[in-house]
């Protein structure tokens, strides 16, 4: 008998063959007695044994068949060898497993095995920054030299046989596994992914297709200008470098062809090779090698959803600097929409990232946009505060008072009104101001269409329009035709509040001062992470 496979043997597995008893024509049934081997006294009949007990699987499950159960151990005859002929496939390979023990790695105490690895990236995921990881799919190439495996002389044919996935089992092969593996998986639709070639010289080439998670420990401190490194690590489990070592086959080792990722941009010249050699107290060293992928992170994303948006929301918020600063409904709604904007925007882009203690360049972003949009509420604030401060108020008026009276003072020039053809000399020194903010006298009807004014349009053509003042109030005169004309005039538009200079000056300081800073800002921001 010739062994071609020797499986791993196990008592769950080795199946009881039962005797089969073939019945020439009509079947007839079997006693119960017979079965249990009582035997057939009358008629001197041999008991049949006791049938053992069939073998379950190991779950307890359905039984399994002596045939097809695996690992078992496959026979055949001298006879059925002797029908092939000697140089055919079937009869070298069977040759070659006869004394062949996958248990035993080649060159058995001699020199180590030296496994030539080579990769092919089918797909390369995006990097979940959350996770701290990313997934490949590959096709992962050993080979190594197996002396046992050499083919004969006599074979006739190419310089290696592909061989069925089937025999892979019963080769030895290196145990090798990814160091930094988090997840993976093997690929058999519609047959198992491995392909097996055996070359004439004893060399044996395995290619496997695999789906593989990786962790990559990543430093966002430049995210999103960041740039990041991540390795592939394989690594033998239980030999040491005395008994195997693998290395990285010459040229390019890793094909990366048409791999295009959403964030990132990853290229042949950007990846590196190295040793990464281990060594574990108590069992020696044991054999690494590894692939750096450089991954060069694509920012305008980030630029057209968050630092577009953000610098917007900013300038918006500049906006309230040029509002009046009474209008309080106008002022104190856009600066809090700025700040509540903001806010959400960090809220959010914190959830997608993983919770590190150190500061990203996004979040420096995030929070200068924040104080930035904060400190114009402030601003508003301060104004508020000079806006309805009573010293303040009354300075104002005061001042307002103070140079009215300078300009009564000094009126000795004689002015001309005429009505009806009539002239009456006005002089400035008889105008009686009420307590207006009025600092000249109108001169013309332009300057009160200026002021939106609808006066205009009743005056007479020939009227002079030194009677009124820029707010279009009538000012009184000695004679009595001024008043009665003052009287047919409607009536002035109510006073407007008195606000003090220094609250003025505030957001007229504002109005330079923040885009300044902001932009001053820009220029160290972007010479930083850029």
């Known amino acids: 008998m010739l062994w071609l496979c020797r499986g791993p043997r196990s008592a769950q597995t080795a199946p009881a063959r039962t005797p089969r008893r073939r ?4 079947s007839r049934r079997v006693s119960p007695s017979r079965e249990r081997g009582d035997g057939d006294a009358g008629t001197g009949t041999r008991p049949l044994p006791p049938r053992p007990p069939s073998r379950t699987a190991a779950s307890g499950g359905a039984r399994v068949l002596p045939g097809l159960r695996e690992g078992r151990l496959r026979q055949q005859s001298a006879e059925d060898l002797a029908r092939v002929p000697a140089n055919s496939t079937s009869n070298i390979l069977n040759r070659l497993l006869v004394s062949y023990d996958p248990r035993i790695r080649p060159n058995f105490k001699g020199i180590p095995v030296d496994v030539v690895v080579n990769i092919f990236i089918n797909s390369f995921g995006s990097i979940q920054e959350t996770t701290m ?3 490949v799919n590959i096709f992962l190439r050993q080979k190594w030299n197996d002396p046992r495996l050499k083919l004969p002389s006599d074979f006739r044919g190419s310089d290696a046989l592909t061989v069925d996935p089937t025999m892979y089992k019963c080769l030895w092969k290196p145990d090798l596994f990814f160091a930094n593996e988090k997840s ?3 690929h058999d639709v519609t047959q198992e992914n ?3 070639f055996i070359f004439r010289d004893g060399d044996v080439l395995v290619s496997m297709r695999l789906s593989i998670t990786l962790s990559c420990p990543l430093d966002l401190t430049l995210f999103p200008m960041d740039t ?5 690590q394989l690594e033998s489990f239980g030999y040491t470098t005395d008994d195997l070592r693998f290395i990285w086959q010459s040229g390019d080792p890793v094909q990366l062809e048409k791999i295009a990722l959403p964030q990132f941009d990853i290229k042949k010249e950007d990846i590196e090779y190295g040793n ?5 107290k108590g069992t020696g060293y044991y054999t690494c090698v590894e692939v750096i992928f450089t991954l060069r992170r694509q920012v305008g994303f980030y630029m057209m959803g968050v630092y577009a948006p953000t610098l917007l929301i900013v300038v918006l918020s500049w906006l309230s600097f040029w509002i009046n600063p009474d209008a309080s409904a106008a002022r104190v709604p856009l600066g809090i929409f700025s700040v509540l904007s903001l806010a959400s925007e960090c809220t ?4 997608e990232l993983p919770k590190v203690s150190y500061v990203k360049a996004l979040d420096v972003w995030l929070i200068a946009c924040l104080l930035f949009g904060f400190a114009s509420l402030v601003e508003y604030a301060v104004v508020q505060v000079m806006l309805n401060n009573p010293k303040r108020v009354e300075a104002e008026k005061a001042r307002i008072a103070k140079a009215e009276q300078a300009v009564g003072k000094g009126g000795n020039v004689a002015k001309k009104n005429t009505v009806n053809g009539a002239s009456t000399p006005v002089h400035i020194s008889t105008l009686q101001v009420g307590e207006t903010r009025c600092k000249k006298v109108c001169t013309s009807k332009s300057d009160l269409r200026s002021n939106d004014f609808s006066i205009v349009g009743s005056l007479p053509r020939d009227f002079e329009l030194s009677n009124y003042d820029c707010y279009g109030k009538p000012i009184e005169v000695n004679n009595g035709l001024g008043k009665s004309q003052a009287k047919n005039n409607k009536k002035p538009p109510p006073a407007k509040p008195v606000i003090p200079t220094a609250a003025k000056r505030i957001d007229l300081y504002a109005r330079a001062l923040f885009p300044f800073c902001f932009l001053f800002f820009n220029v160290i921001y972007w010479s930083i992470y850029l």
């Open 194 to 196: 491995i392909l097996l």
């Open 276 to 280: 990464c050699t281990k060594y574990y």
């Open 23 to 26: 019945l020439l024509g009509r």
């Open 348 to 351: 959010t882009l914190a959830a």
């Open 184 to 186: 993976a998986n093997f």
């Open 228 to 232: 990041q490194r991540c390795k592939m």
């Open 133 to 135: 990881d990313y997934r």
